[in-house]
T-cell receptor
Framework: AQTVTQSQPEMSVQEAETVTLSCTYD???????LFWYKQPPSRQMILVIR??????QNATENRFSVNFQKAAKSFSLKISDSQLGDAAMYFC???????????FGKGTLLTVNP | NAGVTQTPKFRVLKTGQSMTLLCAQD?????MYWYRQDPGMGLRLIHY???????AKGEVPDGYNVSRLKKQNFLLGLESAAPSQTSVYFC???????????FGSGTRLTVV
């Protein structure tokens, strides 16, 4: 069974600083996709960034970027120039290419200090 | 607005009562899912559907039933609610994996 591990239940960062959230996953598949979702207090699940396993280039979306290390099965999220609105629960998620069942980690609660 | 709509948003049930959560999507997605979110547990898949008329069990299916009679709707039923089913329930839909999954805003269910 595929598992997704987020080893940091909570993280904090100062406004305008950079923070990295960790995620590791366990799979024997070669075709899969990885995602980071943000869940603010509104409870809405918001897609932050996605990465296809076959792509070596790390995905970026404005202030958000990932460090995808396929051999190490690691998928960390870097948030640059942190803003108060970045405060949320962040979930790492995995889905293999042969099905559509998304598996989540337990989440990391990010606090942004002014 | 296009997306995934869940009803109701909040509900309190007594132990043993039944209820149905409705999920509707207007994006013509083939795949639909029901997750539950509990503190410290992330989101866990209850049931899912790969198309109209199909359903399958996820990670935590016990105590729940689902139906997908129409492509745009995915219903989650609790036949006899238990306190262990107190949770936030999310519906999601997808066309494929690449574009990710669209989530509803969640239903907070409390069973007393």
């Amino acid at each position: 069974a595929q598992t997704v591990t987020q080893s940091q239940p909570e993280m904090s960062v100062q406004e305008a600083e950079t923070v990295t959230l960790s995620c590791t996953y366990d799979t024997s598949e070669s075709d899969y996709y990885l995602f980071w979702y943000k869940q603010p207090p509104s409870r809405q699940m918001i897609l932050v960034i996605r990465q296809e396993a076959y792509k070596q280039q790390n995905a970026t979306e404005n202030r958000f970027s990932v460090n995808f290390q396929k051999a190490a099965k690691s998928f960390s999220l870097k948030i640059s120039d942190s803003q108060l609105g970045d405060a949320a629960m962040y979930f790492c998620a995995y889905v293999r290419g042969s099905n559509y069942k998304l598996t989540f980690g337990k989440g990391t609660l990010l606090t942004v200090n002014p | 607005n296009a997306g995934v709509t869940q009803t109701p948003k909040f509900r309190v049930l007594k132990t043993g009562q039944s209820m149905t959560l409705l999920c509707a999507q207007d994006m013509n997605h083939e795949y639909m899912y029901w997750y539950r979110q509990d503190p410290g547990m992330g989101l866990r898949l209850i049931h899912y559907s790969v198309g109209e008329g199909t359903t399958a069990k996820g990670e935590v299916p016990d105590g729940y039933n689902v139906s997908r009679l129409k492509k745009q709707n995915f219903l989650l039923g609790l036949e006899s609610a238990a306190p262990s089913q107190t949770s936030v329930y999310f519906c999601a839909s997808s066309y494929g994996q690449v574009n990710g999954y669209t989530f509803g805003s969640g239903t907070r269910l409390t069973v007393v």
